[in-house]
């Protein structure tokens, strides 16, 4: 399984990345967690990063295409650390009902309410590819990249015998990504659910759906 990136298209792709470039896609990350894309000035991201004008044009084409960078790190971020424990759980499994209760942990800690602000960032991305067409094309093909990953993730599932073939592998990458997204449904509310009733209903989709045996499927 991979997780590494290709340059952001927009990017430099000539130059190596640098400490400054580093410190550019931070910066932009910092003022993204406060204000939107439209409001962030170039001057105010270059102040932030204390780094001279010229230096963002060695490794970005504009400003967008480094707003573009710091949003495509904030979109894949917390799915990839996601995607890190559920890969990390199974890794130190040693048979079906362990790595299910390891699952369990995980589920607690990526729908921790304090995932919140992650869960409605994405759906405002999401949203923001409405305005941008370079956006949307580099998120569909991150997101192309991210749903590759969960797939291989499964596929090891499937080689070990710990899920059936009641969804394929792919669907199950999108459908585990889903429901992590579609939580952003009770965080709006004003009567939202309890983290144990979320997460128990998670975990039955997860055990009962994505992860049941031939035989269960079967009723064997």
Known sequence: MTNSRKPVDGARQNIRPSAAARRLIDASKSLLESLSPDEITTTMVLKKASVARNTLYLHFEDHNALLEAALLEIFTEGVDEHLR????????????????????????????????????TRCRLIAHTDKNPRFSVLLGKEQVRINNDFT?????????????????????????????????????????????????????????????????????
């Open 85 to 120: 424990l559920l890969v990390a759980s199974l890794s130190k499994a040693d048979n079906k009902n362990d790595f299910v209760k390891r699952i369990g942990d995980v589920i607690e800690i990526s729908q921790d309410m304090r995932r919140r602000d992650f869960r409605v």
């Open 152 to 220: 291989a993730f499964f596929l090891q599932l499937q080689a070990r015998g710990w899920m059936g073939s009641k969804l394929s592998p792919a669907t199950a990458a999108v459908i585990i990504q889903a429901l992590t997204l579609g939580r952003t449904v009770d965080d709006v509310s004003a009567d939202r659910l309890s983290p144990a009733s979320w997460n128990e209903a998670f975990m039955t989709i997860v055990k009962d759906v994505i992860l049941s045996s031939a035989a269960e499927q079967t009723g064997v």
